[in-house]
């Protein structure tokens, strides 16, 4: 009998014990945590991935563009190696997307920031690529007499 009071008493303290530990709460709160943290990872790679894929369809109408070009039988040699050079920079270009998407929808929460950062470079330098082809094009139609950009 004194085996069963002295059980009692150790099954009495640990449950005592136990309800008025934080553990479970805890446990909520971290569960909460990584939730929240999944949630904005999974928003995070969502917002690059459409930034990502803008800049992609615009570099693909860019390609078609080019190749379009490319058929015109009446091309001189130099403007043919021209728009050939042009087409081979924007498959560069769309190359980097395409590499930036596949590395935004394989990062794990411990490579996002890096994986955002080398995006976020990517995009800015296909920004500006866009910009130095329209202004080459200005130079080419002297579109832009007064040199100001636009």
């Not at 909520?28 to 945590?33: A, G, L, N, R, S």
């Amino acid at each position: 009998m004194r085996t069963y009071l002295i059980n009692a008493a150790i099954l009495a303290a640990f449950l005592s014990f136990s309800a008025c530990s934080e553990a479970p709460n805890n446990a909520d709160q971290m569960e909460k945590k990584v939730d929240k943290a999944m949630d904005d990872l999974r928003a995070g790679k969502e917002e690059v991935s459409t930034e990502l894929r803008d800049l992609r369809e615009k570099l693909v109408v860019e390609h078609a563009r080019a190749e379009e070009r490319l058929k015109d039988p009446e091309l001189t040699a130099e403007q043919r190696a021209e728009w050939e050079a042009y087409k081979a920079d924007v498959q560069t270009q769309l190359d980097r997307v395409d590499g930036n998407l596949n590395d935004v929808g394989a990062a794990t929460s411990e490579m996002w920031e890096d994986v955002k950062a080398g995006t976020r470079r990517t995009a800015d330098d296909i920004g500006d690529w866009f910009e130095r082809q329209a202004e080459k094009i200005d130079r080419k139609t002297e579109a832009d007499k007064d040199m100001d950009g636009h």
